[in-house]
């Protein structure tokens, strides 16, 4: 081995020592179950009555209990929040501002969407001058369309990380509760008027909660828990989510409630980062494994063009 070779590989481990394999380990896990769930949840069918489009898993006993698990979305913007965290602190200390972060955290977010909007653009278009029905043209673009709110959500959180990092080295758990108490209101406002559509401001307040968790994770605040105090919280937002869910106000299905976001998701939330903690020990053990490193390298160095 080389001089060059072996100081790059003392490199790459020193890295590797630095970093949080879980969070790369749980970011990557979120994306291949989110396309496994949305793989699953579309189907096709074709009778007398045409082509059709159906929703297999949503049909299953089990399901909306299941999404009480898998619904790992605010978990992943929890993830979202720690990686945040690192990379403004890094900017920081790199001498740039505001404008180099964001810019460099759009570009790795938007660039790998080009081609896939391309694909989509041409595909739709051919298939309205074949004459594909209407109806299912809509249903169809639709359903390919939804998972890509995705970009808009982290998009935003991206790019409030300057301020919201200042909010919380400045008052973390004034910041937590004014978002939380912010989620609520959009949601009180749409369930008074009836209009689903303000709820989407929703975007903003749930999935920030979440990031500022994130932020709390960076900061070694859950580490500093005892596994007692995080399986009680854990519990306890979990509790909230029972008569939350039971009043008829929000669905019990945590991916209805997904669409637009709404409060419960920001309990999941709480009782997500609480439970990775509980398992963080043995999941960096985990990760301390060739393999381990290995498969999260492939398909976390590629996550968003896999997601997309």
């Known amino acids: 081995m080389s001089t060059q070779q072996a100081q790059t590989s003392v490199d790459v481990r020193g890295i590797i020592a630095k970093r949080d394999l879980v969070v790369d380990l749980i970011r990557t896990a979120c994306v ?6 949305h793989v699953t949840m579309v189907g096709v069918a074709a009778d007398d009555a045409g082509i059709r489009v159906t929703s297999p898993l949503q049909e299953l006993d089990w399901y909306i209990a299941a999404t009480w698990i898998g619904q790992v979305m605010p978990l992943f913007f929890v993830v979202g929040g720690f990686a945040s965290a690192v990379g403004w602190r890094s900017t920081v200390q790199r001498g740039g501002g505001p404008r180099d972060y964001v810019a460099t955290r759009l570009v790795r977010l938007f660039r790998p969407a080009i081609p896939l909007f391309l694909v989509l653009a041409i595909g739709l278009v051919t298939a309205t001058l074949l004459g594909t029905p209407r109806d299912l043209l809509a249903e169809v673009a639709f359903g390919i369309g939804s998972p890509l709110w995705f970009l808009a959500a982290y998009g935003i959180t991206q790019c ?3 301020l919201m990092a200042r909010l919380h080295e400045r008052a973390p758990w004034a910041t937590l509760a004014g978002l939380l108490v912010l989620a609520a209101a959009v949601d009180g406002v749409r369930l008074a008027t009836g209009v689903a559509d303000v709820g ?3 975007l903003g307040p749930v999935w920030l909660f979440a990031q500022q968790l994130g932020f709390l994770w960076a900061d070694g605040w859950f580490a500093r828990r005892s596994k007692l105090l995080l399986l009680g919280v854990a519990a306890a937002a979990y509790a909230v989510l029972v008569p939350m869910t039971s009043l008829g106000l929000w669905a019990p299905d945590m991916l209805q409630d997904l669409n637009p976001p709404m409060l419960p ?6 009782a997500q980062a609480c439970l990775v903690q509980l398992v963080h020990a043995p999941l960096t053990r985990l990760m301390r494994t060739r393999a381990a490193q290995g498969a999260v390298f492939v398909l976390g160095r590629d996550g968003m063009a896999i997601y997309l």
């Open 160 to 162: 409030c990380v300057p």
């Open 200 to 202: 989407l401001l929703n």
């Open 265 to 270: 998701l920001a309990f999941l939330a709480i």
């Open 32 to 37: 291949v179950l989110v396309v496994f769930v």
